[in-house]
């Protein structure tokens, strides 16, 4: 039933533009159809209703043009998308459906949602808690802002459920709420609760054995009647293989072997878990052969409400005799009432493969077979009816078994989801590696041409804003590195309080003034070893976005803390991701908004935002999530709505000796310590970083012979050259560079060798497995490549 209410428009005679205004319209309304049936997953019934628009929209402007004279001044004419459209579109999901104007005011509502909502109206009316109203309102405008949103455990009067909201309609006018089945539990869990419970305890007062069986075989649970009959000597029943219990007779029937061979015949009846899956893990029914009769009918019922898969039972003349709660809910049917016939839980088009296929099961010899139909309640996905024949239970012929199959679905979709971002992360650590190339040749040559320059010629400040927005590239591609946790970390030794010093002066000017900066630093911390510019990224990524969450209330206090966590407190928290040992903490606290608890999950997803169009790329708490990771520390989030957010990163404290710590204590060499001599191998793919490291290298006095790859460096070794240093790249077409080191150490182990790649060091130094080699990371500048060449060549 579609309820809608369109307005009369006073109609004016249209001149130029506007007379096309009426096709338009028609148009939009074919479209905004067709938009709607290709989201419900019907591609064929989307391009019908466009076609049909566009003829439509030619036709009625064929009809204006014809009639344009006869127009008066005081007609009136009436103008609004086709919602018999939109309605019969949403009438195809078996799941609910509503579409809604931008203010959340309902326009067509599909048979599923009037069913399971009643006279709900709005959706943004069916919370029944102020929780739920909040997160409806929430959902309603990530939908108006950003264009989609969801939300899970919205209580309704009908139970829990998912929202996803979807904003379509040509000019993005519409918004299309769906809501989602939740999932079910496991099938052989809930029938072992209740074949060893109460309604196992129920089937064993009326006489009846139930046993549980699972794929292999084995006994899963039974009742007490079944235990104290079929088990003997104290074993465990739960080990046990069934066909040692119980031994099936030519005739259908079954004997318990720990009664013998005068044991009286069993009547059978098997249930299987999973429907589609004849003969596998499901309940036995045993009960005595009764000569004259059938079985009671609250022993059937008790049988039927064990199972945790919908089952119904039909007799001949495919009238329905009594259902369990499992089906009622797996086929929507709401209270007491149960519909006559299996027909009509089904949509129009399998009412009579349904009723086929109960007609043929209920005579002749006792079949089954799975049936492919669509629910009239639940239509968007097809669902397997087993239709089966039943023998000696009275007036029941047919077993019908219903299993909800949308858990499944929904974890197709979870592992495309999970691949899909492998796939962009290896993507963006691709781009960044090949634009890093490109930045090395840029400040290499910038270098080289400020090495001509001084300070006042006409063409140094020139060089310099090249060079300054360079390495802001390379920054850029740090964050892409950073996204899929390939970017090369320069760590250091260093305290989490001279790090946030370092970056208070930078936050100030972020913040603004509506927002207080305050900062407290704890006692006892102990020194980390991490990246210091990309801890500032992260410090500078939680502020911005605590800034940007504050801005809406006017202003607010954001609040950096570092202080010391001891083992003893670690193991006091009881986490188990967070490992037991001496923790230097950094928090960065905020007085905004907060994040609602549905949210809070996904916020360090890639591209995940909840910021405006255009004002938030997702990126920002993904990346400090991969910094914080690959620096081997832990970062949590939490946050309540209306009262603030807070992130704390937990690094651990690095211990080293007193002897490794002078060590690393190397003074920075000087510009004449980086002049040297000898013979260097230069092996690179890309000609412009090729070029550029020559230069480089030949200006500060050492002989360089160049080889493009692998292949032709090994030519070069054989010749018998004097080589000081191998610089080579180390990915390259054809034989790489660890293929090309590892063959010429064969004949030279001695060789000194300096790699250098736009990918992390530690993600190299892991996958080569070569000693004794150097790494220098893209890009690079003439001065960085001379000092990892001088501190190549005086390794012992």
Request: aromatic content about 4%; overall charge negative.
């Amino acid at each position: 039933m579609l309820h809608q209410e369109l307005p009369a428009i006073d109609a004016s005679s249209l001149d130029g533009v506007s007379r096309w205004l009426v096709p338009a319209l028609v148009g939009a309304a074919a479209l905004t159809g067709a938009l709607l049936a290709w989201l419900l997953g019907y591609p064929l019934v989307a391009a019908g209703i466009a076609v049909a628009g566009l003829a439509g929209a030619i036709a009625v402007r064929l009809a204006d043009r014809r009639s344009e004279p006869a127009i008066p001044q005081s007609a009136t004419l009436s103008l609004a998308p086709d919602y018999s459209v939109i309605g019969s579109t949403l009438g195809l999901s078996r799941e609910p459906a509503a579409l809604t104007d931008c203010d959340g005011g309902l326009l067509v509502a599909n048979s599923a949602y009037r069913d399971r909502f009643g006279g709900a109206g709005s959706p943004l009316k069916l919370g029944t808690d102020a929780d739920s109203s909040q997160s409806l309102q929430l959902v309603w405008t990530m939908a108006v802002r950003d264009g989609g949103g969801c939300v899970t455990g919205v209580s309704t009067a009908s139970g829990a459920t998912a929202v996803e909201v979807e904003r379509v309609g040509s000019s993005g006018e519409l918004l299309l709420w769906r809501f989602p089945k939740a999932s079910a539990p496991n099938p052989m869990t809930v029938a072992a609760k209740q074949v060893a419970g109460p309604i196992g305890e129920r089937l064993a007062a009326a006489g009846m054995l139930a046993a549980l069986v699972d794929a292999d075989g084995r006994l899963v649970a039974a009742n007490r009647s079944f235990a104290s009959r079929a088990v003997t000597n104290d074993e465990d029943a739960d080990k046990l293989p069934f066909a040692d219990l119980v031994e099936f007779t030519e005739d259908g029937k079954a004997r318990l072997v720990a009664e013998g061979e005068s044991a009286r015949p069993l009547q059978v009846v098997h249930i299987p878990v999973d429907p589609r899956q004849e003969g596998g893990a499901g309940t036995f029914l045993l009960v005595e052969r009764h000569e004259g009769g059938a079985l009671d009918s609250a022993d059937l019922q008790a049988l039927l409400e064990i199972l945790p898969i919908g089952l119904a039972l039909v007799d001949r003349d495919g009238r329905f005799l009594t259902m369990n709660r499992a089906f009622r809910v797996a086929a929507g049917i709401k209270g007491t009432t149960m519909p006559s016939y299996p027909g009509d839980l089904v949509v129009k088009e399998d009412k009579a493969p349904v009723a086929n296929a109960v007609r043929r099961n209920a005579r002749g010899p006792a079949m089954s077979g799975d049936v492919a139909v669509r629910l009239a309640k639940h239509n968007s996905e097809p669902v397997a009816l087993t239709v089966a024949g039943v023998r000696g239970l009275g007036d029941a012929a047919v077993l019908l078994l219903l299993k909800d199959n949308s858990e499944e679905a929904k974890l197709k979709r979870q592992i495309a989801q999970a691949t899909k971002m492998q796939v962009v992360g290896q993507l963006a650590g691709g781009v960044a590696h090949d634009f890093n190339n490109i930045l090395t040749a840029i400040i290499g040559h910038c270098d080289l041409m400020l090495m001509r320059h001084t300070p006042g010629d006409s063409d140094y400040d020139d060089i310099q804003q090249i060079k300054s927005n360079s390495n802001r590239a390379a920054g850029l591609t740090r964050q892409l590195l950073a996204f899929s946790r390939q970017q090369t970390l320069r760590p250091q030794v260093l305290q989490l309080p001279d790090v946030v010093s370092e970056v208070s002066h930078l936050l100030k000017r972020l913040l603004g003034e509506t927002v207080k900066l305050v900062v407290k630093h704890g006692r006892d911390l102990g020194p980390v070893r991490a990246d210091p510019g990309q801890l500032e990224q992260v410090i500078v990524n939680l502020a911005v976005n605590a800034r940007d969450a504050m801005v809406s209330q006017g202003g607010g206090t954001l609040t950096i803390q570092t202080y010391a966590v001891r083992a003893d407190q670690v193991a006091e928290l009881g986490s188990e991701i967070l490992p037991v040992a001496d923790y230097s903490a950094l928090s960065v606290t905020d007085t905004g908004c907060g994040i609602p608890a549905g949210v809070l999950g996904k916020v360090f997803e890639p591209f995940f935002t909840t910021k405006e169009v255009g004002k938030g790329t997702g990126l920002g708490l993904s990346t400090v999530y991969g910094i914080v990771k690959q620096s081997g520390g832990f970062i949590f989030a939490d946050s309540k709505v209306g009262e603030g957010t807070r992130f704390v990163i937990y690094l651990p404290v690095h211990r080293e000796d007193a002897t490794a710590g002078k060590a690393r204590r190397v003074a920075k060499p000087k510009e004449h310590d980086l002049w040297g001599t000898g013979t260097i191998l230069l092996v690179e793919d890309e000609p412009m970083v090729r070029g550029v490291a020559e230069r480089a290298l030949t200006r500060h006095g050492y002989t360089v012979i160049t080889a493009e790859n692998g292949e032709e460096a090994l030519e070069v070794l054989a010749t018998g050259e004097e080589i000081a240093l191998l610089i080579s790249d180390v990915v390259m077409p054809a034989m790489d560079g660890p293929t090309m080191v590892r063959e010429a150490r064969k004949t030279r182990p001695d060789l000194k060798i300096l790699f250098m790649s736009g990918y992390a060091e530690e993600q190299l130094r892991n996958s080569i497995d070569i000693d004794n080699v150097a790494f220098l990371p893209k890009p690079f500048s003439v001065q960085e490549l001379a000092e990892a060449t001088r501190r190549a060549l005086s390794v012992k």
